[in-house]
């Protein structure tokens, strides 16, 4: 009978940590992410995920031909490098950050309106036999009317 | 034995509980469906790619309403707030489904409102989306700081649209940490629509060719297997899967209409530190396509608003 005492405190504990790990993650959005957007106005859309060394995420998105755009993805201190890339509807890649120091930023606008998908990948420590790390990843869309 | 198995059925629940919660703290986004795991990759590019295996999240990222005002007012159109759903409705939206939507819809007219420096709708707005949100029971979304802020600095274009974008996040992060996407996405959705809305309502039929709003709107078709992709993440939910219903019914317009996009040739303007995406577009959306376009969303936003 005891383990039916046990489940609800242990499933309550569970709930909890979940919720502070989400809560640090939109913290973390929050505090570091958004002020690398500087001067462009955050869209007010949220997109964060704990991912692990070597994870992947993708975001799909339009963007338009009157905006200058920023976007910044950002990774906790504790994580390795994150690399991202930005590829058009043909899968062609046309940016990396991996040529420009990992930057956590990147400006651009364009000609004509496109879908463009971001491919962000959290690096690898490389140290076999260790805990992967994990942590909170950000990605935020700042933008401009052009001028 | 009885016992025995009763003790294993509690450890089976607390595992299956754990595991269930360690899926649930990968928020944010979706669960990549096992058929996106591969990505095709043109062999050109196998070198850039080769670490690719499969991705653990997916976000489809709709324009925030915030966005699709800001694109309305930059294709040079009018302020009409006839167009906008009026705060007079708020109390006839009780379920989950009709406030998430108009959080959106109201999010979007308050957006738009911000950019004509429409003060006292401003205010009227941002105590609609207030509604909705504390309806959803989203803690502190919008809270009365914010709106006496908004108050004091109702001439100040920039403070107020921080303020719209960081009540708009908050509601939304909310919503992603609490494990309620199917809310979230219909948020957006909400958002979206009442976008489309108002820029089709403003487009002047004398002025329909070279019309920049005209071409915001077709710019719109790029966005709807995004939209598609994002419901359908939640599709077990009957109120998710009547929006698919209606935004299929839309598809179905916006694929008269053709987009051929040049490919994107990236150049680096060292003066800006900013990269230009150049490429050529040619669309080919008739009046009377633009006609069934705009008669759609129209009969789809009024089920949303009514």
């Avoid at chain 2, 297997?225 to 994002?230: G, R, V």
């Avoid at chain 2, 987009?259 to 990236?266: G, K, L, Q, V, Y």
Wanted: glycine share 6%; proline share 3%.
């Amino acid at each position: 009978m005891r383990i039916y005492r046990i489940i609800p405190i242990l499933a309550l504990l569970i709930i909890t940590l979940t919720v502070n790990v989400d809560a640090q993650c939109k913290a973390f959005a929050k505090k570091v992410c958004l002020p690398e957007l500087g001067a462009y106005t955050h869209d007010g859309n949220y997109h964060a995920a704990i991912l692990v060394e070597g994870e992947e995420a993708e975001l799909y998105k339009t963007f338009y031909s009157d905006m200058d755009y920023r976007v910044a993805i950002c990774g906790e201190d504790k994580l390795p490098n994150v690399e991202f890339k930005v590829l058009d509807s043909n899968k062609n890649v046309i940016y990396s950050n991996k040529d420009a120091g990992f930057a956590k930023t990147w400006d651009f606008k364009l000609q004509s309106s496109q879908q463009l998908k971001l491919v962000v990948k959290v690096s690898s420590f490389n140290q076999p036999g260790d805990t992967p790390a994990s942590g909170c990843v950000s990605i935020m869309f700042g933008f401009k009317m052009k001028k | 034995m009885n016992k025995k198995f009763g003790i294993s059925s509690g450890i089976l629940v607390v595992v299956l509980l754990f595991a269930s919660m360690l899926i649930g703290c990968k928020s944010g986004g979706n669960k990549a469906p096992k058929d996106k795991e591969t990505v095709d990759v043109p062999k050109d590019n196998t070198a850039v790619y080769e670490d690719i295996k499969q991705a653990e999240k997916i976000f489809n990222a709709l324009p925030s309403p915030l966005e699709s005002a800001m694109l309305i007012k930059s294709a040079g159109a009018r302020f009409d707030d006839a167009m906008l759903n009026p705060i007079g409705n708020v109390n006839n939206y009780v379920t989950n489904k009709s406030m998430a939507l108009n959080l959106g819809i109201y999010t979007c007219d308050l957006s738009f409102a911000s950019l004509y420096e429409q003060t006292q709708l401003i205010i009227d707005y941002m105590n609609a989306a207030k509604k909705m949100a504390d309806g959803l029971g989203i803690l502190k979304a919008i809270e009365q700081s914010s709106i006496d802020r908004l108050e004091e600095n109702i001439n100040n274009t920039e403070v107020i649209m921080e303020i719209v974008s960081t009540t708009f996040m908050n509601s939304n992060s909310y919503l992603a940490d609490n494990g309620q996407p199917a809310i979230a996405a219909m948020v957006l959705v909400g958002g979206w629509f009442e976008g489309l809305y108002i820029s089709t309502q403003l487009v002047d039929m004398k002025d329909f060719n070279g019309n920049k709003l005209v071409g915001r709107i077709i710019d719109q078709k790029l966005s709807i297997d995004i939209l598609l992709s994002l419901l359908e993440s939640s599709k077990e939910n009957p109120a998710v899967d009547e929006l698919i219903a209606q935004v299929k019914k839309l598809k179905v317009v916006f694929d008269k209409i053709t987009i051929t996009t040049s490919p994107i040739r990236p150049e680096f303007d060292k003066a800006s530190n900013t990269t230009i995406l150049k490429s050529e577009v040619k669309t080919d959306m008739t009046p009377a396509v633009f006609n069934e376009l705009s008669a759609t969303v129209a009969e789809i936003r009024s089920t949303f608003v009514n």
